[in-house]
């Protein structure tokens, strides 16, 4: 994973160069590695001898080794399985013990600004979602048609985004263009949005002062995670004017008082360890990426809470088996939420805005949970029969 393969923390399992040669690797055939740094300066003819060198050459040898990094082979087929050791990732010259020690340094520090965000975001009444999936998947476009349709819908409720990509602000100039505020985070080499950068672009959006400018009438604490991980709170004083608890005064219907849609950079493995404070994570999947992605993929669709099956409209021109790709989601996570949807149709928009708008789960009438379940599974037959043409 990008914890410990360089991208999230410098690079941690690069192998360290040599002052005066080169860095290689040798495997024996017990699954041993090591790692030979090579000083050209003395001759060691039985190195060559031993592992196949077509020249001799020159070298000292400094050996890392790490059998516990060797990989699980299929006997029948030769196929290698690097994922199988207790970090589930092999890092060359890392142990798994140091892998693991690295991961929990890292994510345990990006996750105490998750914290802190997901506060944040419950102090302002802010509801929000980290949007994740393949390049290509369609997530801009369904996120525009999905602003313009909480327009309708929904025209008073406040609706902010987070676009991350390695470089260019080309999704959030579209978000803007839909007339939603957009904070644009280009992550340069790094595959994922982390906890610091979305606390950094929150603070940036108008969503956020918004919310202040209106909280700051009643008066309330809240906290505020800055770029460096630092925290300070307001306090803000209620006058006798508005003189009220403050749970009476955030008593409102059920549903978020604003929504932040945090669009991740594409890639259906990195994100899925990094908590950004979000509600919940909703895995979008393309008709046109093939059925088995859950599978191939399964910490991404473990982790997220509902599966978007996006361009739908295109099923009847493809052979893809819808009932299968759920099957394959709810293997790895039986409990994920399934949705059927097509930017370009509106097919099955409706079903996904109720989620959206949904609220807490308690905050659902036993009728307003019927009808958005019948909604998805109408929009989920609705796209098997249109597969079958």
């Given at each position: 994973?990008?914890?410990?393969?360089?991208?999230?923390?410098?690079?941690p399992g690069a192998q360290p160069s040599s002052a005066a040669g080169h860095v290689h690797e040798h495997r024996h055939d017990n699954g041993e590695v090591h790692s030979h740094a090579h000083h050209h300066n003395h001759h060691h003819p039985e190195h060559d001898t031993r592992h196949g060198h077509a020249q001799s050459h020159d070298h000292s040898h400094e050996e890392v080794?790490?059998?516990?990094?060797?990989?699980?082979?299929?006997?029948?087929?030769?196929?290698?399985?690097?994922?199988?050791?207790?970090?589930r990732v092999s890092v060359p010259g890392m142990s798994q013990a140091r892998a693991i020690k690295i991961e929990m340094d890292v994510l345990g520090a990006n996750n105490r600004i998750a914290a802190q965000n997901r506060a944040h975001f419950a102090s302002h009444d802010v509801v929000a979602y980290n949007l994740v999936s393949s390049p290509g998947s369609g997530k801009t476009?369904?996120?525009?048609?999905?602003?313009?349709?909480?327009?309708?819908?929904?025209?008073?409720?406040?609706?902010?985004?987070?676009?991350?990509?390695?470089?260019?602000?080309?999704?959030?100039?579209?978000?803007?263009?839909?007339?939603?505020?957009?904070?644009?985070?280009?992550?340069?080499?790094?595959?994922?949005?982390?906890?610091?950068?979305?606390?950094?672009?929150?603070?940036?959006?108008?969503?956020?002062?918004?919310?202040?400018?209106?909280?700051?009438?009643?008066?309330?604490?809240?906290?505020?995670?800055?770029?460096?991980?630092?925290?300070?709170?307001?306090?803000?004083?209620?006058?006798?004017?508005?003189?009220?608890?403050?749970?009476?005064?955030?008593?409102?219907?059920?549903?978020?008082?604003?929504?932040?849609?945090?669009?991740?950079?594409?890639?259906?493995?990195?994100?899925?360890?990094?908590?950004?404070?979000?509600?919940?994570?909703?895995?979008?999947?393309?008709?046109?990426?093939?059925?088995?992605?859950?599978?191939?993929?399964?910490?991404?669709?473990?982790?997220?809470?509902?599966?978007?099956?996006?361009?739908?409209?295109?099923?009847?021109?493809?052979?893809?088996?819808?009932?299968?790709?759920?099957?394959?989601?709810?293997?790895?996570?039986?409990?994920?939420?399934?949705?059927?949807?097509?930017?370009?149709?509106?097919?099955?928009?409706?079903?996904?805005?109720?989620?959206?708008?949904?609220?807490?789960?308690?905050?659902?009438?036993?009728?307003?949970?019927?009808?958005?379940?019948?909604?998805?599974?109408?929009?989920?037959?609705?796209?098997?029969?249109?597969?079958?043409?």
């Open positions: 994973m990008c914890v410990v393969c360089g991208c999230a923390t410098g690079t080794i790490r059998p516990d990094g060797a990989p699980q082979v299929d006997a029948a087929t030769g196929d290698l399985h690097y994922g199988a050791g207790s970090a476009t369904l996120l525009c048609a999905t602003i313009e349709a909480l327009k309708a819908r929904a025209p008073a409720l406040p609706v902010a985004v987070i676009e991350g990509d390695q470089q260019t602000s080309n999704d959030a100039d579209r978000i803007r263009a839909t007339g939603a505020p957009a904070i644009q985070v280009n992550t340069g080499k790094g595959c994922h949005l982390d906890a610091p950068m979305v606390a950094d672009a929150f603070g940036r959006l108008s969503l956020h002062g918004h919310v202040h400018a209106a909280e700051q009438a009643h008066g309330h604490a809240h906290p505020h995670t800055h770029a460096d991980g630092s925290v300070h709170v307001h306090e803000h004083a209620h006058t006798d004017e508005h003189a009220h608890s403050h749970a009476a005064d955030h008593d409102h219907a059920p549903g978020p008082g604003a929504l932040l849609f945090i669009e991740n950079v594409g890639n259906l493995v990195c994100p899925a360890m990094w908590d950004l404070g979000e509600r919940a994570k909703v895995a979008i999947l393309s008709v046109t990426e093939g059925e088995d992605k859950p599978i191939k993929y399964p910490d991404m669709f473990a982790a997220a809470q509902l599966m978007l099956l996006n361009k739908v409209d295109l099923l009847p021109h493809l052979d893809f088996d819808v009932a299968k790709c759920i099957d394959y989601a709810r293997r790895v996570n039986p409990s994920i939420e399934v949705l059927l949807v097509s930017a370009k149709s509106g097919q099955g928009m409706d079903a996904w805005l109720d989620w959206l708008l949904q609220g807490d789960a308690p905050a659902l009438s036993p009728e307003a949970a019927e009808l958005a379940r019948l909604r998805a599974r109408v929009a989920e037959l609705e796209a098997q029969l249109a597969a079958k043409g």
